[in-house]
């Protein structure tokens, strides 16, 4: 139950293209739900995040997709671009503990 | 700059031989958290603390140790390190527990234990 299933595990798009990246969880006490973005030799850093509250969130070219009832949320990167190209893990969160399971990630590689 | 400072970046050590990892963060924040990253496994939960003296395990605690003595330091300690622990370690910190906001991750230290 405390598990964050995240696939593809590698994805290659062409640069224009759309990227996309889901999680599944099991546990429906979580209640906030980021995702991270990470380049070779740095840290993750938070890039987007939702509550599940609403359906989706949308920032600049990236949108995360939420579905309570099927415990599935996802990252749409549209337009990618290279400089896309990094890791990407999603979280799912309980925040009365701030509990965080991370996904296994998701490496991005986007064609110029 | 709001940051969250790990040092060292990389560290070869041998079997048995006590290391600490320091961690520093100048945000003021309540909640600092140590990860491992591997390959096909994610970021996987060491410790966290809630604040100044309050430390807790999270999913992988064995072989490691932490203290919070003032609120910007979370030291990692390895008493006697093993080849299993060669990771990646990830020092994070927010503001508080709650929903918002999310974590800011330090750079990262590269263990290596031979």
């Known amino acids: 139950q405390q598990q964050v299933k995240q696939s593809p595990q590698s994805l290659i798009v062409q640069k224009g293209g759309i990227s996309i990246i889901n999680c599944a969880y099991e546990n429906t006490a979580f209640d906030y739900f980021p995702w991270y973005q990470q380049f070779p030799g740095k840290g993750p850093a938070l890039l987007i995040a939702?509550?599940?509250?609403?359906s989706e969130k949308k920032e600049g070219r990236f949108t995360i997709s939420f579905n309570k009832s099927a415990k599935q949320f996802s990252l749409h990167i549209m337009d990618s671009q290279p400089g896309d190209s990094a890791t990407y893990f999603c979280?799912?969160?309980?925040?009365?503990?701030?509990?965080?399971?991370f996904g296994t990630g998701t490496r991005l590689k986007v064609l110029a | 700059e709001a940051q969250v400072t790990q040092n060292p970046r990389y560290l070869i050590t041998v079997t048995g031989k006590k290391l600490t990892v320091t961690c520093s963060q100048n945000?003021?924040?309540?909640?600092m958290s140590w990860y491992r990253q591997d390959p096909g496994l994610g970021l996987r939960q060491i410790y966290y603390?809630?604040?100044?003296?309050v430390t807790d395990k999270g999913d992988v605690p064995e072989g490691y140790k932490v203290s919070r003595k003032e609120k910007r330091n979370f030291p990692l300690i390895l008493e006697s390190p093993s080849p299993n622990q060669t990771s990646l370690y990830f020092c994070?910190?927010?503001?508080?527990w709650g929903r918002g906001g999310g974590y800011t991750f330090g750079s990262g230290t590269r263990l290596t234990v031979v």
């Open positions: 945000m003021n924040h309540e909640y």
């Open positions: 979280a799912a969160v309980y925040s009365g503990t701030y509990k965080y399971i």
């Open positions: 994070a910190s927010s503001l508080t």
């Open positions: 939702i509550r599940p509250d609403v």
């Open positions: 603390s809630m604040n100044v003296e």
